[in-house]
């Protein structure tokens, strides 16, 4: 009777912090555009392995992306000039799912934290970077096949793709809607990935549906915050946050 005491109050305490740090994932994603993935995938993996985390991010991002990439009007346009990179995406995170199983899980992990520290430090430094228009029909796959193998290796959506996006200087509701599209390509190819590879489970999808209400719901508190406080300040609180969060990850593959 102990036991099944103790083993329903740690599945609470799960349950409860998977809830919490959706809703923190989303409000970060209603603030600056973007960041659910990172932000939800850093955390759990403080107590969870990679691919566990990978699978309940599933339904939030994919709902979450979906929403963003229906917003704007310039879906087909953006299809048409990114659908190679779409597919070098699809393609590298098919090849690399297999690296957040098994015994590659500490190594997901620290992969995961280098991720995150790159993605910070770039926007701490605020690098810009620019993509002639001659050089995309080669780029484009390339980095999508990066995009790709980092996905299935962390999780993470973001590098190098969110850089490339910003170095095609998109307008800011064309760059929302570019953002959007990639990601809901990269969650669709991670969790076919994921079930492709057994890692996704019953249990797994239903608390992934669970987290959907809070991921949402802190959208929705973002959203509001964002006319309220500067967005310089918490894009830079938030990309220290990823730097810390990034070191102390790494630090436990190399302890």
């Not at 102990?2 to 740090?21: E, G, K, R």
């Not at 929302?176 to 669709?188: D, M, R």
């Amino acid at each position: 009777m102990q036991t099944t005491l103790s083993f329903d109050a740690a599945h609470l305490m799960l349950l409860s912090a998977v809830t919490a740090i959706f809703l923190l994932a989303g409000f970060v994603k209603g603030v600056v555009g973007l960041g659910l993935p990172t932000v939800a995938v850093g955390l759990l993996g403080l107590f969870m392995p990679p691919v566990q985390a990978a699978a309940l991010l599933i339904v939030p991002s994919l709902v979450t992306n979906v929403w963003q990439l229906l917003a704007g009007g310039r879906f087909v346009w953006l299809l048409r000039r990114l659908w190679l990179m779409l597919i070098g995406i699809v393609v590298g995170t098919l090849l690399g799912t297999r690296w957040i199983s098994g015994d590659n899980s500490g190594q997901a992990t620290a992969a995961l934290g280098a991720a995150l520290i790159v993605y910070a430090i770039l926007g701490l430094a605020a690098v810009k970077f620019s993509v002639p228009a001659s050089t995309e029909k080669w780029l484009s796959p390339v980095i999508g096949l990066a995009t790709g193998l980092v996905t299935a290796a962390t999780a993470v959506f973001v590098i190098p793709a969110v850089p490339y996006l910003q170095a095609l200087h998109l307008e800011k509701d064309e760059l929302i809607q570019a953002l959007g599209l990639s990601f809901t390509v990269s969650t669709i190819a991670m969790a076919a990935g994921l079930a492709q590879g057994g890692a996704l489970q019953m249990t797994d999808a239903a608390v992934s549906l669970m987290a959907l209400v809070p991921a949402l719901g802190g959208m929705f508190i973002g959203q509001w915050l964002r006319g309220k406080i500067s967005a310089v300040l918490f894009r830079r609180c938030f990309f220290v946050g990823l730097l810390l969060l990034g070191l102390h990850l790494t630090s436990h593959f190399w302890l």
